[in-house]
């Protein structure tokens, strides 16, 4: 799965714009200010996709190009309306019509032969707008993990296959975390992982607190309040394993003036040895995440304590995954969704998803999803980012800029250099993010008020030789000093042309940026006319 092209009509605040992807690079990085449209465009993707597969209008019209399974794909859609299919087979130059029924397809292993086979979406954001378009495809799921399995042996669907898109909430973290030391191949390298990036060295215990749903089930299992289907074959697994199950009721706060009592269960494994002999049960890491998560859309899980064993360098004692920083926990729930669900012919929809990362981790950020996205050659991932070491090893084909024009239009733009090679100051200052200097605002007001005393025409008042003075000195301090007398001059000609409005404002508009590097190249030619003469 790869993106080529997309328009957009009209959705909020993105207006006839087109975004024209390197189909053939995995990664599409998204920058631009707050409100220039980078999560709306991220939704849009998702509503596509979401209404694809559920054979839905979308809320607004579209044409998208992308690359399938080798094959070219074109859809047209007018807001409200049922889409048009085309298709370009290998090896020809022209799109062809496409029915639907053809373009709905599946091979035998029930894997789209026209669409993603999976779409993932993340949002580190307070607001669950993302999350709701993913809903429609876990209710499907829902409904059929809870059927017993007499009659889901008689599906003919696969449960993947109704729930191609999935949507990463925070719990899915230490689902993720308790599979990572699970036996699988490649586990000695993942576990290497945590100890190296999370100084993680070993699941310690794990205790889930269940509580009586709000549904009412009939024939199912009396001990999980009569659940059903794969919750209940494996809460089964797990109250064999566990250590002494416990019932009590237990307050749940529900708001300020409710705190109802329920009962609840309490399932305790005190070690890997237990938590493996209900893994088991189940023929990978993806089955057995797929468990899990089953006790969390059923509503059965009030709460999952996991401990792990962290290494001496991080205090070497057993802390909960509650205890990880922010930052831990994001690239925990992140890496490890990708590692457990991700299929070929996919597409990664994250949206801010290194915001709590520390600098080393953002610099190796993208290397962290090609360890663990291992189908990435057939793979497309869609990130939206402020940060200029997430991108900075990737080429300008890689990244696309969002930005408003004075008229609130939104403009998407490929940048003028490419971002590897150019280090983050110069990205930072480049037209990714168009700051007019990298130093703290006191700083460069200093640094501006030095250049217009020192390049003033009229000889300096007593105050003002005394202020020019003491910002020598507190600069020279800085280490900020110019000793090469052709930069003098050219700072000099600069503060006599540049206009007042650029000093007054932390991010120049790209008019303002365009102008200013005019200015810079004329005086740069008009010192170089004036060395060669002399």
């Given at each position: ?9 009209e959705f909020k605040n993105l207006r006839n714009i087109t975004v024209d992807f390197d189909e053939e690079s995995p990664y599409t990085v998204l920058v631009g200010e707050n409100g220039s449209g980078k999560s709306n465009f991220i939704e ?266 962290v290494s001496r360098a991080a205090g070497g004692r057993a802390i909960t995954y509650r205890d990880l920083s922010e930052g831990e926990q994001q690239l925990l729930l992140v890496l490890g969704l990708l590692k457990f669900t991700a299929e ?174 005019d200015l810079a190249a004329d005086i740069a030619r008009e010192l170089a006319a004036e060395q060669s003469c002399e």
């Amino acid at each position: 799965m790869r993106l080529d092209e997309l328009w957009i009509d009209e959705f909020k605040n993105l207006r006839n714009i087109t975004v024209d992807f390197d189909e053939e690079s995995p990664y599409t990085v998204l920058v631009g200010e707050n409100g220039s449209g980078k999560s709306n465009f991220i939704e849009a993707l998702a509503w596509i996709f979401r209404s694809l597969d559920l054979e839905e209008p979308t809320p607004f019209s579209y044409e998208i190009k992308y690359r399938c399974r080798g094959v070219d794909v074109r859809v047209k859609a007018a807001k409200g309306s049922a889409p048009e299919f085309w298709e370009k087979p290998t090896g020809t130059t022209a799109y062809e019509g496409l029915p639907k029924s053809k373009f709905m397809s599946v091979d035998d292993d029930e894997r789209p032969n026209y669409r993603p086979a999976f779409v993932f979406g993340y949002y580190s954001g307070p607001s669950d707008r993302l999350a709701s378009l993913f809903e429609r495809h876990r209710e499907r799921f829902y409904r059929l993990i809870i059927q017993p399995q007499a009659r889901r042996a008689t599906q003919t669907v696969h449960s993947n296959a109704l729930r191609r898109l999935f949507y990463a909430q925070t719990l899915h973290g230490q689902f993720a975390l308790i599979a990572f030391f699970m036996k699988a191949t490649g586990g000695d390298e993942d576990r290497k992982f945590l100890r190296d990036h999370l100084q993680i060295e070993g699941l310690d215990s794990v205790l889930f607190a269940l509580r009586r749903p709000p549904w009412r089930h009939s024939g199912g299992d009396p001990r999980f309040w009569n659940a059903e289907g794969e919750v209940r074959e494996f809460l089964g697994r797990l109250f064999d394993a566990s250590m002494v199950p416990m019932r009590m009721d237990r307050r749940i706060p529900m708001d300020l003036t409710k705190n109802p009592s329920v009962e609840c269960l309490y399932l305790f494994l005190p070690d890997v040895s237990a938590l493996k002999r209900v893994y088991e049960s189940y023929e990978n890491q993806y089955a057995f995440f797929t468990a899990l998560e089953s006790t969390h859309i059923s509503k059965l899980l009030s709460e999952a304590r996991t401990r792990v064993r962290v290494s001496r360098a991080a205090g070497g004692r057993a802390i909960t995954y509650r205890d990880l920083s922010e930052g831990e926990q994001q690239l925990l729930l992140v890496l490890g969704l990708l590692k457990f669900t991700a299929e070929e012919e996919s597409l990664f929809l994250l949206d801010e998803p290194d915001t709590h990362l520390n600098p080393a981790w953002s610099v190796q950020y993208l290397g962290f999803l090609d360890r663990f996205i291992e189908r990435r050659e057939s793979c497309h991932m869609v990130i939206a980012t402020h940060d200029p070491l997430v991108f900075s090893r990737l080429l300008k084909s890689q990244v696309r800029i969002f930005r408003r024009d004075d008229s609130g239009k939104v403009h998407v733009e490929e940048p003028q250099q490419d971002p590897r090679g150019m280090g983050v100051q110069a990205i930072l200052m480049s037209d990714l993010f168009r700051l007019r200097s990298t130093l703290d605002l006191d700083t460069q007001h200093d640094l501006d008020r030095q250049r217009q005393l020192s390049s003033k025409q009229q000889p300096l008042t007593s105050a003002e030789k005394a202020e020019l003075q003491s910002l020598n000195t507190n600069l020279c301090h800085l280490g900020l000093t110019s000793r090469d007398p052709l930069y003098d001059l050219f700072l000099k000609k600069w503060s006599e042309r540049e206009k007042p409005e650029w000093t007054k404002t932390t991010e120049l508009t790209p008019e303002q940026q365009r102008e200013r590097e005019d200015l810079a190249a004329d005086i740069a030619r008009e010192l170089a006319a004036e060395q060669s003469c002399e």
